[in-house]
């Protein structure tokens, strides 16, 4: 069976256009999905959708600097106004003393089945 097409998109705020949300997908460059540098609202937001409805087993989740991660799911097929669902919910990559002080800005973190 043939992988799936994922088809990125960045929702809120304005992103880097030097590591757009395209990044995310890449397997022959490791580079970052980041936020515009002016935009203070200090999120990031994109949807990935899918060719068709699939299990998540597990999510890697590579990181640049955020502090926190949080996960949704949802079909195509709702409503718009349908909320999403949560499947992880929010999750510290760093701890509060680490973002002030700017330090473990890199990491991976796996979120399997549980």
Known sequence: ERPQEVVPRALLPPQDP?????????????APWLGCPRDRSRQLRAELQLERASPIGFVDVGNCGSALLQLE?????????????LLLPSVALRTPSES??????????MFREG
């Open 73 to 85: 799911v949802g079909r195509s097929s709702w409503p718009r106004e349908q909320p999403y669902v």
């Open 18 to 30: 030097k590591f757009p949300v395209e990044n995310l997908l890449r397997e022959d460059l490791v």
């Open 100 to 109: 002030r002080l700017q330090r473990n800005l890199h990491g991976v973190r």
